[in-house]
């Protein structure tokens, strides 16, 4: 035996110069098996790597063939650190022993804790005493003991697993959950971890008990297996629990199964085909059921009628290169509420729209092609009158194209916009905006088939006059090509309308249309400043000469995209103040306002625009009649337009608060508003929002049908939430309609969450505006970091109830 203090060269370079660096290289590089499935046993190394070797003493003991360090150990070997008081080899046995305060950190950070590690030096038996495990992401293991066999089973008995961080000033205090077991078995062949006799603690109080679970290894991202079961239900379906299994494939591919039972409906089906590939992804999605008690739901609805019900869906996206992409979103049902009635998850929009695209981008051009239609998930039948699904267009296809060259043009610059689309529509729809019923006399879809095409070029160049006025000269041309195959019922709607009206009806197969626009925009910004606040104020004003639009005051082009007309101060300085092709503005127009911005040195900020518009000559288009009326009730059907404004205030304190609003021209009287203030704090936040929209109804014998709403709308939002107690907050919400005095909307909730657990609880309620009927709904979730989520949505009616 030989003895040898070695604090003299304690930062000596080891490397191959003795049996026991080969020793330690061996113990800290464990066969590749092993160190892929156990990220903290073993770390791979490098061959070539050094060892630096730190202890007081270091043994040799001939007679025993054993090799030991004594008294704060340390070995440093290719960034992965043993620390022990004690650690020895016997190479006769090729076990490695290490005792007193053991403590392991490999390359990526995780730390190992121990008493005692006694293994063989390949890893492929040995016993751990008294193991703590912590990972670099925040997820923390313990066992009393810990032991290996045959280089690919690990047992550790009574493991405890968390993924929350121990209490610095009271470390024994238990986590807020953890898993507790009587043995936790490692295989790393099978890749599995296995719980037996284990029980889920919250705050150290067992809640759950289960004999035996498995899961996947912390080193597998897929595999296959159960999911977290899933609860929900309604009054309709009863009460559902769902079991999802998840089966991996290949690492490109996989699928899962959603079986679901509902207490009233039966057994629901489902699944779900995923695959990815370099440049993109799809996924295809199946579902059914037989329907055990249709009789449930609301008698002459869909739900009610069909005891077959199933649907397949699918969507898809793939970068064609980083410019092009191609995708779709589409979905068939055996009939048109079966995904919304059982929420098959991104099928289930009370609108969904079937879509196949292809698009393009660079820079400042664009390109858009694609062929849809939205299909309506709705529970009326089709024969009833205020059904929309059969009214909705195929739209095959909607093209737009936007060019903008990177050169000057004359100076400035040059904008080219083409649009197409082709529609056909297999049921009129008359029906009426918002339900209204004196409406009905509107064509807001014709039967049959109709088709434009539209190409425009715009070009404008700025100019800076002496005193910093800015000038901007515009020219436009544009031209419409527009083709139509309506149906008998169709021509004779838009008769009807005509004569309703007081117009000329014009129906023809195809119709030709153009429109030049000459303009000037003028700007003038003044700056001006204070030791404490700089502010701009900027007067604005433009002009458009342009023809009156061809067949503006005779019925027969349809207006498809240009139905949603508002006027408001984001839309006071716009060319063409329609929303679509559809409509074109015609005549000379005159937009005057200000715009104001300040800046204040206390991190305050105010922002304003107002302003008004002129029709100056020709025929206002906003008050020419179209199939739809878009103009009438818009605040622009007057030579001189109704006043509209808006205001912003931002703060460093959390404040701010925003309004805008439009005021009739002669009486100022309002006409629609929109005020939003809101305040924030860390620990507390409240927003509240006042809505008003006028009635856009006839008042007189002569004005035209109802645009938009028939009544005034009137209503104001709050929601607010306060967080006390570090984790904890409570939140709540309401709608209150101000014209039918009812609170249509209200939710309440609480909630903890911190770094590895997050729990909600929201009880709310809707309230019909005309029938008063209640539909009440609760709504749960549980996150535990690692784990998983489960519960129910919030808005889905979980055991809802109908008053």
Known sequence: MCALNSRSARHAWLAGATALACVFAYTLAPDQAWAQDVDFEGAQVSEDAEMLLEADTLVYDNDRNTVTAVGGVQIDYDGNRLVAQRVAYDR???????????????????????????????????????????????????????????????????????????????????????????????????????????????????????????????????????????????????????????????????????????????????????????????????????????????????????????????????????RWSFGWDVLAQTDKNFSRTYSIDGFNQSVHRSQVYLTGLNDRNYFDLRAYRFEVQERLLDADPRSRSEKQPWVLPSFDYSYTPDEAIAGGELNIDVNAQSLYRRELDRSGWQGSGDSDALVRGTEGWNGRVTAEAEWKRSFIAPGGLMLTPLLAARGDAIGTSYSGLSEAAIADLAGTLGVEDDIRSAYFRSMATAGLEARWPILFSTTSSTHVLEPMGQIFARPDAAYQNRLGIPNEDAQSLVFDATSLFERDKFSGFDRIEGGTRANLGVRYSGAFQNGWGLHGLAGQSYHLAGDNPFASPDLVSAGAYSGLESDRSDYVAMVGLTTPVGLSFSAGGRFDEDSFEMRRTDLTAGYTTRPFSIVGRYSFIEAQAPEEAGDPPAYGFDSDRQEVQLSASARFFENWRVFGSGTYDLEKDVLVARSIGFAYDDECFAYSFTVSETENRDTNEVDRSFGFSISLRTIGDFGTASNSPFASSRL
Request: with cysteine; charged share 25%.
């Open 92 to 322: 006769n046995t090729r076990k490695l022993i290490a005792t007193g305060a053991v403590e392991i950190v490999d390359r990526d950070g995780t730390k190992i804790y121990s008493d005692e590690i006694d293994v063989t030096d390949d890893f492929r038996d040995g016993f751990v005493n008294a193991l703590r495990v912590e990972t670099t992401d925040k997820t923390y293991f313990a066992a009393e003991s810990a032991e290996r066999r045959s280089g690919t089973v690990t047992t550790f008995n009574r493991g405890i697993y968390t993924a929350c961080e121990p209490c610095e000033e009271k470390p024994d205090k238990p986590p807020i959950w953890r898993i507790k077991a009587q043995k936790i078995i490692w295989n790393g062949e099978a890749k599995t971890v296995r719980f037996e006799r284990a029980r889920f603690e919250m705050f150290g109080f067992p809640l759950a008990f289960l004999p035996a679970f498995e899961v996947a290894d912390p080193t597998v991202k897929r595999k296959s297996g159960f999911l977290i079961p899933s609860y929900q239900g309604s009054s309709k379906l009863g009460y559902g629990v769902q079991v999802p299994y998840y089966l991996a494939l290949s690492p490109t591919f996989d699928a899962t199964f959603y079986p679901t039972y509902y207490s009233k409906q039966g057994f629901l089906g489902m699944a779900e085909w995923r695959q990815r590939f370099n440049n993109g992804a799809y996924d295809i999605r199946i579902a059914g059921i037989r329907q055990q008690s249709p009789e449930e739901f609301d008698p002459g609805t869909v739900d009610s009628r069909e005891k077959f019900r199933g649907m397949i869906g699918t969507k898809g996206e793939f970068q064609i290169n980083p």
